[in-house]
């Protein structure tokens, strides 16, 4: 076996150069989350220059933001085999092909490729490592390290909502696209900040015992097979054995299926689905919104800095909240109020007929929308654990993709139809309100039933009828080897040495 020491990873430094690659997450999960956003402020002359409708124009940003949540598994697999570092900057490298190949673009549709599939996928990569980076990088103040890295989606769409209105007036949304382009090409350089905690990674320390506990298991194995019938059951190689093994099994080293049976994560995914459908419309219709009303570009543009100042403020501040000792023990409760707050605030919008209302309107939304974002990684970790955290992620933006997809273009369907923005406001306020209460309903649930299981547990082991129970077994095992023979009990005090071998690899 090998040495106590060897291939193991590192434990998560909490600081040091964890700030460091905390600061390229923070750049990397602000452009993931606010460009598909900040893109919004050239849907209107885009809906002019092609003659499209609200909602075909809407598919621009929900491609892209469903390619950004669907691609989730295929960048976990990637992270998993070749490390964060590589996925991040390949990630930038697309963004910036595709803005750069959208600035040539004839048709809507060749937008949709560009813009939606093309830099959807490269921010895909820039997303799900960084949040997967800050698990392994921190573990006492991951929550505080995770409300500052997601602080990066509104610095950036404070940033790139007057930037992008600037460049619209400057160069066109064509010369706006290449420009973005390069500076989207900056993800490379954050892709460049995640250092390798150590040599040994998480992967190798999750995987690696498993391959021991399977050699060694199969070692002990055909050491039986020989003793008891050496001439009718020959050895049977690796090769064969890697043969037969199922590709279920090769996905599932990646990809942890039986997440599906966890209650917790099960409850987190249905919640999830359900409030992604009225997540993300207000966010992009909210400058179109303020144009429609007679407000001009710049006042309406404002609108999405004042929600991302705002939030800049709320997503570090529910981080420090979410570690305190009375919130972080039931901190699924407090992610279940953040979301049915949100949804309350799209339902008094249409309130807002003026200006200053909406104004007020973008103080509540950019608190309840950090909150959210701030606590949507950290529950999920706090359910599943961080090491089976990156398959939960992937399965999860994989599951959340189709209702990220149909929402933006059901709100401008409402607007289509109807011809007024309320609508699609109702809408979302109801679906997000409807989630809230389901996640506080079924974690209340989920909390006393995890409660029921510890007691249950801890009764069994103080009953003394329970340990009388294991000692007779032992007993029995122990009367059974020694009637077996000298040879077959050698063999199964090697057996039981090798297996506590492989636990301790």
């Not at 801890?458 to 329970?466: G, H, L, T």
């Amino acid at each position: 076996p090998p040495p106590a020491n060897a291939r193991r990873a590192p434990g998560p430094p909490d600081g040091g150069w964890g700030w460091v690659g905390g600061f390229g997450a923070f750049i990397s999960i602000g452009f993931a989350y606010a460009f598909p956003k900040g893109v919004a402020i050239f849907f209107k002359e885009i809906q002019d220059f092609f003659g499209t409708s609200y909602s075909e124009v809407a598919w621009v940003s929900s491609i892209m933001l469903a390619t950004t949540y669907g691609a989730g598994p295929i960048s976990s697999i990637l992270v998993n085999r070749y490390g964060s570092r590589p996925v991040v900057m390949f990630g930038g490298l697309l963004c910036g092909i595709g803005m750069v190949s959208a600035a040539f673009c004839t048709s809507i549709m060749q937008l949709y490729i560009c813009v939606g599939f093309i830099t959807g996928l490269g921010l895909a990569l820039n997303l799900q490592p960084s949040v997967i980076m800050i698990g392994k990088y921190f573990l006492k103040r991951r929550p505080i390290a995770n409300g500052l890295a997601m602080a990066g989606s509104p610095v950036m769409l404070c940033t790139l909502a007057p930037l992008n209105q600037f460049l619209l007036d400057s160069f066109g949304w064509r010369g706006s696209f290449l420009i973005l382009g390069a500076i989207l090409m900056n993800c490379c350089v954050a892709g460049a900040l995640f250092r390798p905690i150590g040599p040994g990674t998480a992967s190798v320390k999750t995987l690696v015992p498993e391959e021991g506990k399977d050699a060694l298991k199969q070692e002990v194995t055909e050491g039986a097979m020989e003793m008891s019938s050496p001439m009718n059951r020959p050895m049977r190689n690796k090769t064969e054995e890697d043969e037969e093994r199922d590709c279920c099994e090769k996905i599932n080293q990646y990809l942890d299926f039986s997440l599906f049976k966890h209650r917790g994560f099960l409850i987190y995914l249905i919640g999830n689905v359900l409030m992604f459908l009225g997540f993300f419309a207000p966010i992009i219709f909210l400058a179109p919104y303020a144009k429609h009303i007679g407000i001009d570009e710049y006042s309406a543009a404002f609108l999405l800095s004042i929600l991302a100042i705002v939030d800049i403020v709320a997503r570090p501040t529910t981080g420090i909240i979410a570690n305190s000792k009375w919130v972080r023990p039931r901190i699924q409760y407090f992610f279940s109020f953040s979301i049915a707050f949100n949804g309350t605030c799209h339902l008094l919008c249409p309130l807002a007929s003026s200006y200053a209302g909406l104004i007020v309107y973008s103080i509540f939304f950019g608190l309840a929308f950090g909150m959210v974002c701030a606590m949507l990684f950290e529950t999920l970790m706090d359910l599943v654990g961080a090491v089976r955290f990156t398959s939960a992620v992937g399965l999860v933006t994989i599951a959340e993709c189709c209702t990220i997809l149909l929402g933006p273009p059901i709100g401008g369907t409402l607007i289509d139809t109807f011809g007024d923005y309320k609508y699609m406001f109702i809408k979302c306020g109801v679906v997000m309100v409807l989630a809230g209460t389901f996640l506080f309903i079924m974690n209340y649930y989920n909390y006393r039933m995890l409660a029921k299981e510890e007691k249950e547990r801890k009764a069994k082991e103080e009953d003394p009828k329970s340990v009388r129970t294991e000692t007779e077994g032992r007993n029995n095992w122990t009367k059974e080897t020694t009637q077996d023979g000298p040879e077959l009990e050698l063999l199964r005090a090697e057996q039981e040495g090798l297996k506590k071998e492989a636990n301790g690899t």
